[in-house]
């Protein structure tokens, strides 16, 4: 039967490896600490209501301090607009990304090909979704102008 062998010590590489990891993770810890959680910043819309049958471009931008876990999307009375409108009428655009300071601002347009009554009792809602939190901006369209009255004289 053989001898059974004395316990190794670890060597100096593994004698790091332990500190290393506790200091990365506190690293980690301590900048996770410091973001901020995604904000929409800006809601662009038309400042009069569309006319009927008009194409309408309504843009959402938001920042981020962790843009590639950040989702920014569109829904339509609580569903995605995909699935509220499936023949296209509205859809989405791509998000587009620009480095802003130490995170990135995201922008998303909403597209309407032929605006109609139905877009204006539409509950559109952005949304900016990250693991540090989520932040929501509500599409409210301008009340039409009153049209106007004929005079007597």
């Not at 670890?10 to 901020?36: E, F, I, K």
């Amino acid at each position: 039967m053989a001898a059974p062998r004395p316990a190794r010590t670890p060597g100096p590489p593994a004698r790091l490896l332990l500190p290393l990891l506790c200091w990365a993770l506190a690293s980690c810890w301590t900048d996770a600490m410091a973001l901020q959680p995604p904000s929409i910043t800006v809601l662009r819309k038309p400042t009069q209501p569309p006319r009927p049958g008009e194409s309408v471009t309504v843009s959402c931008e938001a920042v981020s301090d962790l843009p590639e876990l950040t989702l920014l999307y569109w829904l339509g009375n609580g569903s995605f607009v995909e699935k509220l409108h499936p023949d296209g009428a509205v859809r989405e655009g791509t998000v587009l990304e620009e480095p802003r300071g130490s995170g990135v601002a995201l922008r998303r347009d909403l597209h309407i090909v032929s605006f109609g009554a139905r877009h204006l009792s539409t509950n559109f809602t952005c949304v900016v979704l990250s693991p540090l939190g989520v932040d929501t901006r509500e599409l409210k369209w301008p009340s039409p102008a009153p049209a106007e009255s004929g005079g007597l004289g």
